[in-house]
């Protein structure tokens, strides 16, 4: 006959959470910044929340759907700024702020902006995101249809910039509790000179073959990642603004 202690519960570890969505992305994040995009996975997610695969199905469908819903909570966590009063004001500082935001929001998740990049991002974030770059590119007198391929081209220059963050994660650590946001994107950059030998190979470029290039070393190799994020963002802008 059981004893009055054998009758208590065995249980040892506390009672998990319930599962949810919200649950499920935020577990599918922690994996991604401690392993990398590409090992998050329905099985090591679902690890992380102490369950099995099959009982995530409940609140995402698949891997991709998961992938889409943690692009879309990092986008969240950016605040929006406000539109500029009817005159134009400051909406180029506007804009180019909010860019870099974002920029540093998905380096701080190194791989995830590669989600952005051949589908079209349709979450609730992403929306909010460009219906708000949208209507600055308007304040500013930017034309509608040149203001919509605009909103593209920057979509596609966030994606390409926070792309190359997660491509060069392996060699400096981003993923594996290293630097995240600016001090991911200037350990990418550090990381790209370093695995392309660049000074090396710029001063040996044949003058003769390359005057250029070979005229431009030092200013080809120069500066921090932070000044070649602010100029392509700054030649986006200007390129878009009405003359």
């Known amino acids: 006959m059981d004893s009055p202690a054998r009758r ?4 040892t570890r506390p009672a998990k959470p319930p599962l949810s969505e919200r649950a499920v992305v935020d577990a599918g994040l922690r994996v991604l910044r401690r392993e990398g995009l590409d090992s998050v996975t329905m099985r090591k997610v679902a690890a992380e929340l102490d369950t099995g695969p099959a009982s995530l199905y409940v609140y995402v469908a698949q891997r ?5 819903l943690m692009l879309d ?3 969240a966590t950016v605040p929006l700024p406000a539109l500029p009063a ?18 540093h929001a998905l380096n701080a998740h190194p791989g995830i902006g590669r ?7 349709t979450g609730p974030a992403w929306l909010d995101l460009f219906d708000r770059i949208l209507g600055l590119l308007l304040a500013g007198g930017v034309d509608r249809q040149r203001a919509a391929w605009g909103c593209d081209l920057i979509a596609l220059h966030i994606g390409a910039v926070t792309y190359e963050v997660g491509a060069a994660q392996p ?13 991911a994107l200037q350990g990418a950059l550090e990381s790209r000179h370093a695995q392309a030998s660049i000074e090396e190979r710029l001063a040996a470029l044949d003058p ?20 070649r994020l602010a100029l392509g963002i700054e030649v986006l802008i200007g390129g878009l603004a009405p003359s």
């Open 8 to 11: 208590k519960s065995t249980r």
């Open 64 to 68: 991709e759907e998961l992938l889409r």
């Open 171 to 183: 060699a400096y650590g981003a993923g594996a509790g290293g630097p995240g946001g600016p001090d």
């Open 208 to 227: 003769g073959r390359h005057p250029h290039l070979a005229a431009s070393t030092v200013e080809l190799a120069a500066g921090p990642a932070a000044a």
């Open 73 to 75: 909570a990092v986008i």
């Open 115 to 121: 989600v952005s990049l051949g589908s079209i991002p």
């Open 86 to 103: 009817p005159s134009p004001g400051d909406w180029r500082e506007r804009l180019a702020g909010l860019i870099t935001e974002v920029v």
